[in-house]
């Protein structure tokens, strides 16, 4: 495939054509997880869009892809999170007394703001007063309050990553002070009391029962692989794991030094930058402006990697840590050690690859140092005669995915795991569209508007496939097989035009797209607008559509969605029309499958014929002794195993029924007219709505049936109850305060003319008819008081009148 370009981080600027090693094959890797924590939406953002560039490749293109990931499971991170865990336990079971643990609390809250929040403690602003519990609200605003009220640490731009490190640690300490107050330190203080205890007793943990990591990062990778399954991501077709390659990056690491592009200093080994470039090859060649950044420095060497020991060059990087106690360790001919972060994607790639490969992948995160660093030491390790060693053709970074200004992360713990995304907000379908609506190489920003919009996307294309299996069960009860890859798809030989024409340049439109460095947000539109251009079709030729058009659309958008990955059961070459359910990805022998519609169309049919007979038309009573059970044989015969299909024939005589019993209700007697539209509605929203079909009634024309999913037709049924039930009780409401102010307006209508002023403590005389003629100070009523009086006494008569009229008078 000449004509597909791709941004290649190796060469910024615009996409430049992509060629393969070898003609019609992809050699792939993808830098995979550090397994120590769940996976989040970041990672879901690279895995997924990776997923997408792979399924393109594979399924449209046709490359034979084979793709290699690997699973970092020894790292500072995994180290220091399995030592402090196995710290935190051994500490639980020590004898501590309530005040011991109190103390040991605040001695750990103390040093956490030390080391990560020292405005709380300095001196010059806090003279000689310690922090505790009381005064770290008051502290915790003078300190940092512009930063909580979204400004930024140095008062300047927009909050990123610094500001949601900050926030994370305010986090970590006024949960602590919550702990603290309650005495609840183990379980609520955990963030704080981690890093102490580990500060104490790390050089004390055994190392040598390597279990301590190993059962985090088994769990942690088992974790990771539901996840992916989850989010319908492709298996990798080889999968690497750090601590199966521990030799090779050895036996790597002393090639390394024995071409003199690498030293050893104090057990450990580092790479040897200007030996590099003095030999004439290029450094930071993804990110030349970083090479100098000192933080992304620290972060690739890692968190232990400090005083490892003396190097030629602050950026040369590790290529072979020495152990240190606490840590993890395998033998080498510079003592015990562990590899380097950066060197052990090298070797695991190089391994299963070769010295070169089409694409290596992996988060915009990793270009420097981790894929710079990669590329040097691989190309240092093969490179002849002084000339560079190409090791990577392509390189691929997926934008990272952002919240707040600041990308989503582990260690800034401002993220939601993948696994609590799909138990709430998201499903596998619509988070990969989130991913389709934009760049697979630009970052991603989460908003309420992104997501609308692609559940909008979403929406439009499950209605087409709805309305389109409803107008061809309607017209010919089971959807004609239009045969044809995604490329070529046709009807006929005949040249295209009116539909046909339209997908034509949809497609032409789509293949433009894909081969522009996979842009995916256009694929997207160009979907969405010939769907557009079918609805139209759809509304304006209710008596003459093009079915056949209709449904090749529907069949093209099916193959690409599948291709892109967004139905989980659908598998190539995706030649069906709309989502594939479950049942039919279960591929269960036909009279399994069609089981519940046989079921419905049983109960439906005894539960009419139990009606009075009487009423019946010559068309219901046919309708009733008819048996779909022979077009269904005919069906499963021909080879058709699609669950929808096979069920057509019980449920186009469901809805027969169904219309035949709705047309005759209106002249059968009241009894039965009220028993023939109760067992319409339990058909529509009941029977049906429990097996995923909905049944549109339309005037003086038969129901169209449609598939719609069982949850969906169940929610929408509790939100029609729901606001039913609203609905009655708001009537029923209005009915009581309409007969309370009723009953109050009698109840002040007992009263007599003469007596509804006595009771006033403003007033101290009155005359024979109740007016008030001195108030209670004994002076004369004002004149204009007594207007007013007048007209309510006046009132006051009326209403009495009324009363008395209707009940018949009495006392008051």
Known sequence: MDSIKVHNSLKPGPPVPFKPIHPGKVSWYACGPTVYDQSHLGHARNYVSTDIIRRILKDYFGFDVKFVMNITDVDDKIIIKARRQRLLDLEKKKPYTEAETLELGK???????????????DPETWKDQELDVKNYIERRTVAYGNVLAGGTITGEGKPGDAEAKLKMHISNMTQAVIALSKNTIFGMADEILLPYLDSLYKETIDTSDQTIFTDLTQYMENEFTDDMDALNVLRPDVVTKVTDYVPQIAKFVERLVDRGFAYEADGSVYFDIAAFEK?????????????????????????????????????DFALWKKSKAGEPYWPSKWGNGRPGWHIECSVMASHVLGQRMDIHSGGIDLAFPHHDNELAQSEAYY???????????????????????SKMSKSLKNFQTIKDALASNYTS????????????????????????????????????????????????????????????LSISHKPADGLLADLEQAKKDLEAAFTNSFDTPQ?????????????????????????????????????????????????????????VSAAAAANLEPAISVQPYKDVHAAVAKDAKSLDSGVFSDTLAQLL????????????????RDPEQLGLPYLRAVSRIRDELRRIAPTTPTDIKKQILALSDRIRDSDLTNIGVYLDDRTDLPSLIKFIPTAELIAARREKEAKEAERARAKEEAKLAREQAEAEKWEKARVKPEDIFKADARYGEWDVE?????LRDGSEVPKSQLKKLRKDWDKQKKVHEEWVAKF????A
């Not at 001695?107 to 403690?121: D, G, H, M, R």
């Not at 490179?383 to 200004?405: A, D, K, P």
């Open 107 to 121: 001695t750990a809250f103390k040093a956490y703001a030390q080391s990560n929040l020292p405005k709380l403690i």
């Open 383 to 405: 490179c002849q005669g002084g000339h560079e060693h190409t090791w990577v053709n392509y390189f691929l970074h997926m934008g990272h995915l952002s919240i707040s200004g």
């Open 625 to 640: 002794t008819q048996s779909p059970d022979p077009e269904f044989d005919a069906l499963a015969a021909s080879g058709i």
């Open 429 to 488: 379908r619509s988070m990969r569209i989130v991913f389709l609506l934009g760049r697979w190489n630009d970052g991603v920003e989460i908003s309420p508007d992104m997501r609308t919009q692609a559940d909008n996307w979403e929406s439009t294309v499950n209605n087409y496939f709805v309305n389109t299996k409803s107008l061809l069960a309607e017209a010919s009860g089971t959807p004609e097989v239009i045969q044809g890859d995604v490329k070529n």
């Open 523 to 579: 694929v997207m539109q160009v979907i969405l607008g010939m769907i557009r251009k079918a609805n139209i079709h759809i509304n304006e030729h209710p008596t003459d559509l093009d079915l056949l058009a209709v449904e090749a659309i529907a069949r093209w958008v099916t193959k690409i969605v599948g291709i892109l990955g967004l139905d989980s059961n659908a598998k190539p070459p995706y030649d069906g029309l709309g989502w």
């Open 279 to 315: 030999a004439g090859n290029t450094y930071a060649r993804l990110k030349p402006e970083s090479r100098n950044d000192k933080d992304l420095q620290e972060e690739g060497e890692g968190s232990l990697s400090k005083s490892l020991g003396a190097k030629k060059s602050p950026s």
């Open 770 to 774: 109740g007016m008030p003629t001195k």
């Open 808 to 811: 018949g008078g009495g006392t």
